[in-house]
T-cell receptor
């Protein structure tokens, strides 16, 4: 059974550019969550999607957006990149939005903004 | 607001020693879940254990055990007979029914180094 797949694994962008990260959840999983990990702020919740609907959003500026497709795959976009956006972006999937379900994480997309 | 605190930033032990990672949490919700995740150098967060707020029974699973005490809002994790492969960053996390189960609040992490 394939795990959570995130692409690309590594990318370098310059300030002002935009970036799109992709996440393919485990087959059958309908919930996808995104997290940002930085040395200073640690792991912070970005958004959560279930059945193509954003169910929850973290405390991030509007430059951070996301969406989920009918096949549960998800993308997140960061526009007008800033140096502080350099981070490891982790995607996680689960079957449903219940506490009994454990989030399974992908290996992440490491974004470097120059 | 929910909060998770891992007071230990780094722990260094020698192989075969037991090590306990501390976690203290804050929540106003009565229904919540607590987790421990491990992050090896590859970056992927690996699920270790989960506990819900209604079950304070402490268990042992292989070399892992945990101590959940609602009275002190603590959820400590112990590795018995540590091995070099246990070296990683360990995160304690909390999810609440009132917020969303897809949203985990993580502690800052504890870097565990096990020396041969």
């Amino acid at each position: 059974k394939a795990g959570v797949t995130q692409t690309p694994r590594y990318l370098i962008k310059t300030r002002g550019q935009q970036v799109t990260l992709s996440c393919s959840p485990i087959s059958g999983h309908r919930s996808v969550s995104w997290y940002q990990q930085t040395p200073g702020q640690g792991l912070q919740f970005l958004f959560e999607y279930f059945s193509e609907t954003q169910r929850n959003k973290g405390n991030f500026p509007g430059r951070f957006s996301g969406r989920q497709f009918s096949n549960s795959r998800s993308e997140m976009n960061v526009s007008t990149l800033e140096l502080g956006d350099s981070a490891l972006y982790l995607c996680a999937s689960s079957l449903y939005l219940t506490g009994a379900n454990v989030l399974t994480f992908g290996a992440g997309s490491r974004l470097t903004v120059l | 607001a929910q909060k998770v605190t891992q007071a230990q930033t780094e722990i260094s032990v020698v192989e075969k020693e037991d090590v306990t990672l501390d976690c203290v949490y804050e929540t106003r919700d009565t229904t919540y879940y607590l987790f421990w995740y491990k992050q090896p150098p590859s970056g992927e967060l690996v699920f270790l254990i989960r506990r819900n707020s209604f079950d304070e029974q402490n268990e042992i699973s292989g070399r892992y055990s945990w101590n959940f005490q609602k009275s002190t809002s603590s959820f400590n994790f112990t590795i018995t007979a540590s091995q070099v492969v246990d070296s990683a960053v360990y995160f304690c996390a909390l999810s609440e029914k009132g917020t969303s189960y897809g949203k985990l609040t993580f502690g800052q992490g504890t870097i565990l180094t096990v020396h041969p």
